[in-house]
């Protein structure tokens, strides 16, 4: 008997790619290599792929038509953003049969609701562009990262992102109300909800979120808006080390905790890093300290600089901070930034560097680094570390660059030995293994290594429910 499956998949790509260009239209369909190139590989150049096209659906329906059409021909799929991730999991495989969905075109907003705080917005805008709608409604989307030109809200959410305010706002997972989701069968789930309460049985919502574009393609989002912040201070802090660092942390919690935003630790080597290769950057602070803070409040009342300056005031009373800059205007504020948002492009022009995203309880991020430093080093004598981020998460980027003058490629050929020693540290202490940039592919081999067998059994039945097929980016996370 006749199987359309079957006879399907024995096509050559050519004829999945023209298929798909009934749907999208040829000109949204992309087969050339040299066209490609830039969908094929991600930032750090950890991974590089090869697909049969490129599909750049324009509607929910179109998502919805290029599934079930991968369903029927059990074609793979690759959902793509605004391919900024950082563990390899938008990057299709070196086999070339995988499609690359890549939701850019779909970047309109559906709906801006002030009086509800929503706003409902289609998953390939860019997260710079949610932040500007949400800033032309007259509210706040706080969601920060140094990507945000180029990563889609629906790429943060599938990788469910932190980013810098964090702190105060929680993770990409806690400012949505409701999704649309393209289900691996072509069906769609439409749970664009701007309800905060809704109990009406299991909250499916979350499953998607931080699913890594494994269990369905995120094409809508309701997103929750927040009163404009009326007043920001922004103050870098220069501190004997990072025990200091957390013991201003929790002065902070007593005295401003309503309107701390941002709470960032920075190392010496990594101003000295964006000092030396970086873009009009300068040191904010007379003197070299051994570690910073970036540390930003926001509120609505007036003050705020007034007490983010009390605040460091009492610091230097307790001897917790040696010196500061504090900057209330948007340009210094800007200024005192720039330091931090370089941290993670300047890195590459000291040679290889071995990244570990990774977060601990916050009370042990110092005990932590000291292990992880001492470690390291002992197994790789001059082996630099680059540990900074969201100390005020317990969320730190402990990264390891390479020893002046070593040979980049011998260095980083020890990635998985370095992480090794690094992962064992985040277990004594009780942590993770990715606190923000997922698991894609990078992380997949680990994961039965630090997951509960039990929490990891129950993801793949979840995956084998949502996608019987495993069409949905194979190969990564399970
Ligand atoms: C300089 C720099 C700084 C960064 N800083 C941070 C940071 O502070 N915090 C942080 O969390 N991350 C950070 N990142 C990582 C990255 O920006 C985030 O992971 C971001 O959320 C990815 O969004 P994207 O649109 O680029 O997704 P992509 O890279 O395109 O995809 C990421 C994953 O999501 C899936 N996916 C994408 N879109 C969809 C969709 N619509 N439906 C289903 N699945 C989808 C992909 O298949 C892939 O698995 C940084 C990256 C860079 C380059």
Not at 278 to 295: F, I, K, M, S
Not at 355 to 384: C, M, N, Q, W, Y
Request: charged fraction near 20%.
């Amino acid at each position: 008997m006749f199987n359309k499956a079957e006879a399907l998949k024995k096509l050559p790509s050519i004829n999945v790619s023209a298929q798909l260009a009934a749907i999208v239209g040829q000109k949204n369909i992309i087969t050339d290599h040299v066209a490609m190139a830039n969908y094929l590989s991600e930032p750090r150049g950890l991974f590089q792929g090869r697909a049969a096209c490129v599909v750049r659906p324009g509607s929910t329906a179109e998502v919805a038509a290029i599934v079930a059409f991968c369903a029927e021909t059990g074609t793979k799929i690759v959902p793509q953003g605004g391919n900024t991730g950082l563990v390899g999991g938008q990057t299709p495989s070196e086999r070339g049969d995988e499609i690359i969905l890549s939701l850019g075109r779909m970047d309109k907003v559906r709906e801006v609701d002030p009086a509800s705080n929503t706003l409902i917005v289609e998953a390939g805008m860019t997260l710079a562009q949610v932040r500007a709608e949400a800033e032309n409604a007259g509210r706040y989307f706080p969601l920060s990262l140094p990507a945000a030109a180029f990563c889609t809200i629906g790429g943060n959410l599938a990788t469910n992102a932190g980013g810098t305010a964090a702190i105060a706002y929680g993770v990409a997972r806690d400012l949505v109300l409701g999704l649309e989701v393209v289900l691996a069968d072509g069906q769609i789930l439409s749970d664009l909800s701007k309800l905060k309460k809704n109990n009406t049985g299991y909250d499916l919502k979350n499953i998607f979120i931080g699913s890594e574009g494994t269990l369905g393609i995120i094409t809508a989002v309701v997103l929750k808006l927040f009163p404009k912040p009326r007043a920001m201070a922004t103050a870098f802090v220069g501190l004997a080390d990072p025990h200091a660092a957390l013991r201003l942390l929790n002065l902070a919690r007593e005295r401003v905790d309503h309107e701390l935003k941002t709470f960032e630790l920075i190392p010496r080597i990594a101003v000295d890093f964006v000092l030396a290769h970086g873009e009009a950057a300068r040191d904010p602070l007379l003197a070299p300290h051994t570690c910073y803070v970036l540390l930003e409040l926001a509120g609505q009342s007036k003050g705020v600089d007034e007490r983010l300056r009390g605040l460091i005031e009492a610091a230097h009373e307790r001897g917790i901070i040696a010196e500061a800059a504090v900057a209330v205007l948007p340009d210094a504020r800007k200024d005192l930034w720039r330091i931090r948002q370089q941290i993670s492009d300047v890195q590459a022009c000291e040679g290889g560097s071995i990244k570990h995203d990774v977060s601990v309880p916050i009370a042990d991020v110092p005990a932590f680094l000291e292990e992880v430093e001492r470690a390291v080093t002992e197994r790789i004598p001059g082996a630099r570390l680059v540990a900074f981020g969201h100390l005020g998460d317990g969320n730190i980027h402990c990264n390891v660059s390479q020893p002046i003058g070593a040979d980049e490629a011998a260095f980083v050929a020890r990635w998985d030995e370095v992480n090794e020693i690094v992962h064992a540290i985040v277990a004594d202490h009780g942590g993770s293994i990715s606190a923000e940039h997922g698991i894609g592919r990078l992380k997949r081999a680990l994961l039965p290594r630090v997951k509960d067998p039990v929490a990891l059994e129950l993801m793949r039945t979840l995956k084998r429910t949502l996608d019987p097929q495993g069409i949905l980016n194979p190969g990564k996370v399970l």
